[in-house]
């Protein structure tokens, strides 16, 4: 529901994986085989003399250092801002008011109904229930109209027919307070606090 670039976190992460994988599959592979130690200084030494062989050749008359030193620090600086934004863009789309109404009865203002408001009083009506162990809200906006995302974790055994249901409930209820229909989402999941938790019995 939320605004957050999945597809490009996907990316990174893989990308970020693969580097990963291939450092320690490198290190394991030296440790193993002593053997391709040798290969390896031989291979980094020649990258080393690559590296210092283009650095002396982009080095201006007159100047110490290569100009690809101030080319390398505008490359960082434009990561540093695409990472920045790339952050910003993290769970974009929360919205502060679930409803609004304006009643054109001559008065000026609008009636205004704010999230934290609703997901404060579901969330405590959802942890009435002895069925759930925790549950999260929140609202997002999607398409320019707010909705809640609901999380609830059931307990071990119990059905999550039963909990939808009771959330439907409350999400009906809440309907009615407002007076119209709010998009909602429902995620039923478990954990390992739901797993390891165990619902109380009558003595």
Do not use: C
Not at 44 to 52: N, S
Not at 57 to 75: F, M
Request: aromatic share 4%.
């Amino acid at each position: 529901m939320n605004e957050t670039p999945r597809a490009l976190n996907r990316v990174l992460l893989t990308l970020i994986g693969l580097l990963l994988a291939a450092v320690g599959a490198t290190a394991v592979a030296l440790a193993a085989a002593p053997a391709l130690a040798g290969t390896w200084h031989a291979v980094t030494r020649r990258a080393g003399a690559g590296v210092e062989n283009v650095l002396a050749a982009t080095t201006l008359p007159g100047q110490r250092d290569s100009w690809l030193w101030i080319v390398l620090a505008l490359v960082m600086l434009v990561l540093i801002v695409l990472m920045i934004a790339w952050v910003a863009q993290q769970g974009k789309g929360r919205a502060s008011t679930l409803a609004a109404d304006y009643n054109d009865d001559g008065g000026p203002g609008t009636v205004e109904l704010g999230a934290a408001v609703a997901e404060q009083a579901l969330k405590a009506a959802l942890l009435e229930h002895e069925e759930i162990l925790h549950a999260t809200v929140a609202t997002y906006e999607f398409r320019g109209t707010p909705g809640l995302r609901i999380r609830v974790l059931p307990r071990k055994g119990v059905p999550p027919y039963l909990v939808a249901e009771q959330v439907s409930d409350l999400v009906e209820a809440l309907d009615l307070v407002i007076g119209r229909e709010t998009p909602v989402v429902i995620s039923i999941g478990t954990s390992a606090r739901a797993r390891l938790g165990r619902t109380e019995r009558v003595h």
